[in-house]
């Protein structure tokens, strides 16, 4: 479990957001936080979010031989 950036509740370790539904929405509306929550879960999907990590962080599609060592 990971912690809310802004008022510490418990999310999910999965979530691509580092804050709570709630403090999404009070910070960026229902509808901003709807296309926040889907452009961050296309971009986990492409591994976008995984810039700058050396190593195999997806199995499935990456084959051992593509890891990129220091």
Do not use: H, P, W
């Not at 950036?5 to 804050?19: G, L, Q, T, W």
């Not at 929550?37 to 700058?52: H, T």
Request: hydrophobic share 35%; charged share 35%; aromatic share 8%.
């Amino acid at each position: 479990m990971k912690k809310c950036v802004y008022c510490k509740a418990e999310i999910s370790s999965d979530s691509v957001i580092d804050f709570c539904a709630e403090c999404g929405r009070k910070a960026f509306g229902e509808k901003m936080l709807k296309v926040i929550i889907e452009n961050m879960e296309n971009a986990r999907e492409k591994g976008d979010l995984y810039q700058g990590i050396i190593g195999n962080f997806n199995e499935e599609k990456e084959d051992t031989d593509s890891i990129r060592t220091l």
